[in-house]
T-cell receptor, first 111, second 113 residues
């Protein structure tokens, strides 16, 4: 069974602080995505990680992938309120053409 | 360029009824996938279609069906609606291939009463 676990599920941060969200997945995948979702909205693609050791950065967010450990991380640097949202990781599997989503990490950044 | 468009945006149905949700992919995209997102959970894969053929199916009952048309748009049908079918239904389109990225529509919020 394909499983994805994120932790933490809830994260309350102060502005200016750093933190990391972890994503473990049960089965080797072809690539891994990180998405952001604001309340009542759809999914916004943040990163796609294609290979072992891949690292991508956009603003205060940096994502990395360790395919051997089946682990991806999303690191937040100097958090700001605008980053408050729910973040999902989702490995993609060519067989069936499907994304398997984690439970999501609800991030709240407080002043 | 228009992104992935879904219709309707909101829908209220009664238990036992049937519903059809529609999705138009990004121009040039040939693959469409459907996901169900229950409140407070991550999206769950329902179907993937590529070149009008079903290429993947998630763990959903036969009440759920879909199809893809020659213009690559897609419909998701749900029969005999249950209260538990209340969710945000998301459509994603992609080109397919090793570097393909999935782009999501705004979703259809279905409420079953």
């Amino acid at each position: 069974e394909l499983k994805v676990e994120q932790n933490p599920l809830f994260l309350s941060m102060q502005e200016g602080k750093n933190y990391t969200i972890y994503c473990n997945y049960s089965t080797t995948s072809d690539r891994l995505y990180w998405y952001r979702q604001d309340p009542g909205k759809s999914l916004e693609s943040l990163f796609v990680l294609l290979s072992n050791g891949a690292v991508k950065q956009e603003g205060r967010l940096m994502a990395s992938l360790d395919t051997k450990a089946r682990l991806s991380t999303l690191h937040i640097t100097a958090a700001v309120h605008d980053l408050s949202a729910t973040y999902f990781c989702a490995p993609f599997y060519n067989q069936g053409g499907k994304l398997i989503f984690g439970q999501g990490t609800e991030l709240s950044v407080k002043p | 360029d228009a992104g992935v468009t879904q219709s309707p945006t909101h829908l209220i149905k009664t238990r036992g009824q049937q519903v059809t949700l529609r999705c138009s992919p990004i121009s040039g995209h040939k693959s469409v996938s459907w996901y169900q997102q229950v409140l407070g959970q991550g999206p769950q894969f329902i179907f993937q279609y590529y070149e009008k053929e079903e290429r993947g199916r998630g763990n959903f009952p036969d009440r759920f069906s879909a199809r893809q048309f020659p213009n690559y748009s897609s419909e998701l049908n749900v029969n005999a609606l249950l209260l538990g079918d209340s969710a945000l239904y998301l459509c994603a389109s992609s080109l397919l291939g090793p570097n393909t990225e999935a782009f999501f529509g705004q979703g259809t919020r279905l409420t079953v009463v």
